[in-house]
């Protein structure tokens, strides 16, 4: 049976140069991610709260969590999570 992929969230802020680079990172390797941007908007910040680290970029695929633009750990997280991924 085949695995479904997780769903792949990313937290960002307006103005973080990590935030951009994890997202700019995603979209060069064609994965489809949710962009959560914190600035200006309580629930999202709540929302990034709730996992337990309050701090952006913030990658969330399934139960693994990756702080920051850390290449290996992302694709790490990715390709346990998403296999089909080329990365």
């Known amino acids: ?6 769903s792949v969230v990313l937290y ?12 700019d990172w995603l979209t060069e390797r064609g994965v489809a991610f ?3 941007n914190v600035t200006g908007d309580e ?3 709540m929302d990034l709260l709730a ?6 970029p ?8 990756v702080l ?3 290449p290996d750990r992302l694709a790490a997280a990715l ?9």
Request: positive net charge; glycine residues 8%.
């Open 1 to 6: 049976m085949r695995r479904e992929p997780e």
């Open 12 to 23: 960002t802020q307006t103005g973080c140069a990590d935030s951009r680079r994890v997202c």
């Open 34 to 36: 949710t962009e959560r």
């Open 43 to 45: 629930a999202t910040a």
């Open 51 to 56: 996992t337990g680290i309050f701090a952006t």
């Open 58 to 65: 913030l990658l969330v695929v399934g139960d693994a969590k």
């Open 68 to 70: 920051g633009f850390r």
């Open 79 to 87: 390709s346990d999570s998403c296999p089909c991924l080329p990365l």
